[in-house]
């Protein structure tokens, strides 16, 4: 499918099938936008104009970028796993409201994983990778350096188990920072492929939402902890991540506090949760919209200047991203990826842990529920229906299957709330793109 698109001054044609990007004039895209029947017929062009404007659209056409058929077939999905996200722990030093986990308890009792359980995850995975040379393990919780020790027998475990079989590991491990000292900043240096940290942004809305045990704001406990970290981290991958809620929807303020504070790749997420006086509704849509808008302006603006940083949501790539194939497939929860609770039972990711409906086997047992990983084996982009006139499908892949669920009662039917904010991303994601050619090439 063709989408037309404007962004300020700039006038954009995506091209779904092809995976095309183009700036147009006015007078063309006024000439697509009634074509595809967006707008009625008010044109003012010359026979010569529109028979130019034809001769354009049609060698792209010819070309094949522009109308290109969108051929790619339902995959074939593996039988191999590839992941696991380790649940160390069912427990936390903090007590966000927001926390889907339930403060890091998961609506159940506060555990802690064994080294001996953690290693047997490390033997499911590996059992069940078949010819997969790479395999991926995040250590997720609750929060995880509070189980540092665990963390580190584990990855040694696993790496010597690794080599005797020819494969490899990547560790993630995803911290609050609270317990960041020199010890964890020398291993996640060592050990971890990528390192992901929990900040809001500024003090103030750090602080209201992401509290200590005791009630206090945490922002002052970690942020230096986090500095250090991001110091000592050289040219190694890590993200810093905020979660953005209705009562901070000026969130390009933190992005760019983050920014501002020494951090270059940065991701800020839109809460999902139900808890009212925090969550994103259709009614705020109109202002995040227009912040992302915000956000993006400067965020090239300080790219013109060099003080440019990676902002993960405005990271599209319409070359050298995932293939077709992958982006139809989405995430793999369920049939490649899988989470692991800390008494070794597996469920399809962590947004699932907890639910009995999607408890899948567990490593001792060293099986997966059959029916469970068929249906998510066979939910991909074309099984959701609402996706299929939407020009993002082959960049969003129809969205989180787990929010899907929570929130429309159907992992096939896309959250609305988070399409919106989806596609505004991707148009930014566009601009931003063009325009860091344009300016390549100036």
């Not at 250090?228 to 993200?239: A, W």
């Not at 139809?328 to 990826?337: D, H, W």
């Not at 899907?404 to 159907?410: I, L, P, R, S, T």
């Amino acid at each position: 499918m063709v989408h037309i698109f404007k962004y300020k001054n700039y006038n954009y044609i995506y091209d779904s099938g092809s995976g095309s990007l183009h700036e147009c004039d006015d007078k063309t895209y006024g000439y697509l936008a009634v074509k595809l029947g967006i707008s009625a017929p008010r044109l003012n062009l010359t026979e010569a104009e529109k028979a130019e404007i034809e001769g354009d659209l049609a060698a792209l056409e010819k070309e094949g970028l522009l109308f290109a058929p969108e051929t790619c077939a339902r995959p074939a999905k593996s039988d191999e796993v590839k992941a696991l996200c380790i649940h160390i722990c069912h427990d936390c030093n903090l007590r966000c409201r927001y926390c889907f986990a339930d403060e890091g308890a998961y609506h159940s009792t506060r555990e802690f994983m064994s080294e001996k359980t953690a290693k047997k995850a490390i033997d499911f995975l590996i059992s069940n990778s078949g010819k997969r040379k790479v395999l991926e393990v995040d250590f997720f919780g609750g929060e995880p350096l509070m189980c540092l020790d665990t963390i580190k027998n584990v990855v040694y475990y696993a790496k010597a188990e690794a080599a005797k079989v020819g494969k490899k590991f990547l560790f993630t491990t995803t911290t609050n920072a609270l317990l960041l000292n020199d010890d964890a900043i020398d291993f996640f240096n060592a050990e971890m492929e990528n390192v992901v940290l929990s900040l809001d942004g500024r003090k103030e809305v750090h602080d209201a939402i992401r509290k200590t045990i005791n009630g206090k704001g945490s922002f002052d406990y970690v942020i230096d902890n986090i500095k250090k970290f991001v110091r000592s981290r050289g040219d190694k991958h890590y993200y810093v991540r905020g979660t953005f809620t209705a009562k901070n929807l000026d969130f390009a303020e933190d992005v760019l506090f983050l920014a501002d504070n020494g951090f270059d790749s940065i991701s800020m997420e839109p809460v999902v949760t139900d808890i009212d006086d925090l969550a994103i509704k259709e009614e705020h849509l109109p202002a995040i919209l227009a912040e992302y808008e915000r956000l993006c302006d400067e965020y090239l603006a300080r790219y013109e200047r060099g003080e440019g940083f990676n902002f993960f949501h405005f990271n599209v790539d319409l070359e050298g991203g995932p293939c077709l194939s992958k982006r139809v497939s989405a995430c793999g929860a369920g049939n490649e990826y899988f989470s692991v609770a800390p008494n070794g039972d597996i469920y399809p990711c962590h947004q699932f842990v907890g639910d009995e409906k999607f408890l899948m086997g567990n490593v001792y047992e060293g099986r997966l529920d059959k029916g469970i990983r068929s249906t998510f084996a066979q939910n991909c982009l074309f099984t959701r229906e609402k996706c299929d006139g939407c020009f993002a499908k082959y960049i969003c892949s129809g969205g989180c299957s787990a929010n899907n669920y929570h929130f429309e009662g159907d992992m096939n039917k896309p959250y609305g709330v988070t399409c919106e904010m989806m596609k505004k991303r991707i148009e930014c994601g566009m601009h931003v793109l063009a325009r860091k050619k344009a300016l390549k090439k100036d």
